[in-house]
């Protein structure tokens, strides 16, 4: 479960180019909860993911996972928490390392528990297992080096390791937005598989709003750092882009008007 509660984020305050990131911005998702997370440009949705995987300190409010208070909890420790897939495929891997050698990394930046370093064999199967439900062959590939992975291959890879501990959240930024749209629907395929078959509470930022749409069981709206409105069951369901597109206009003339 995780809650973000009266989260307030403002950069530069009290200088003329103040910025309210986040204005008291409140969530709850509950385990095993799919939000996908829309807004306009600027609405604060990178500012909450950063203030959820410990990225960036809130000035206040907090931010609880599974009844934990993280709010304090440095951004390395919280790794055991949260994992994130970047939308950057080259910011997740690490270029020169093979692919097994990426998973080792992840496994033991995540890992719970104290882990000897080493990349066994019992290691390699598990990972040669991770690898293959992508349906990419990568799993026959994991002494090649990442930088000879595609953009789309190398987001796969780091979803998998994103995944691979079952973080209690899983932080999506866009992750399909550099890839060309074939690339983008086999790395969304292979997200919602993760998604699904793990249970993650997961938040998935896109400015694709059909994809708000056929992906996961809540839509969440955000406008100048604050959730202005969510959709589950029947009402996302039925809704559409035209639907959506207009919640946000109705939003910006109440703003406009001062309502
Ligand atoms: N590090 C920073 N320093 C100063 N201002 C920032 C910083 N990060 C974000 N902001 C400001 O905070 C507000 C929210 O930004 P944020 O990046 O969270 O929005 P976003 O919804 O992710 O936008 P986009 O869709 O363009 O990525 C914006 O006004 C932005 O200019």
């Known amino acids: 479960m995780l809650e973000v509660k009266d ?34 440009n600027g609405a604060g949705k990178s500012t909450l993911l950063n203030a959820i995987a410990g990225a960036q300190r809130l000035d206040s409010g907090r931010i ?11 951004v390395h420790r919280r790794a055991n928490h949260v994992a994130r897939v970047f939308q950057d495929p080259m910011k997740g891997t690490a270029a020169s390392m093979t692919i097994a050698e990426n ?10 528990a104290r882990l000897r370093i080493g990349l066994t064999l019992a290691r390699r199967d598990k990972y040669r297992e991770e690898l293959s439900y992508l349906g990419l062959g990568l799993e026959d590939r994991m002494d ?16 998998v390791m994103a ?14 937005a550099a890839l060309d749209p074939r690339t983008a629907d086999l790395v969304l395929d292979a ?22 749409i056929d992906f996961g069981n809540r839509i969440v709206m955000l406008d100048a750092g604050q ?14 882009v035209p639907k959506l597109i207009d919640y946000f206009s109705v939003k910006s003339d109440r703003m406009v008007l001062g309502g």
Do not use: W
């Open 144 to 159: 090649t080096p990442v930088s000879l992975l595609s953009g789309g291959q190398r987001q796969s890879l780091s979803l």
């Open 191 to 212: 997200t919602l598989r993760a998604v699904t078959a793990l249970k993650l509470t997961t938040l998935m930022v896109t400015h694709n709003m059909q994809h708000a």
């Open 103 to 112: 998973m080792l990394l992840a496994e033991m930046r995540q890992s719970k």
């Open 64 to 74: 609880v996972i599974n009844g934990d208070d993280v709010t304090q909890m440095p």
């Open 163 to 176: 995944v691979s501990d079952r973080p209690d959240v899983l932080l999506l930024d866009e992750h399909t």
């Open 7 to 40: 989260a307030r984020q403002v950069f530069f305050p009290g200088l003329p180019d103040e910025k309210v990131a986040l204005d008291g911005l409140n969530l709850t998702l509950a385990e095993g909860d799919f939000a996908t997370v829309i807004g306009s």
């Open 227 to 240: 959730v202005i409105r969510e959709l589950s069951g029947d009402e996302k369901a039925n809704t559409s």
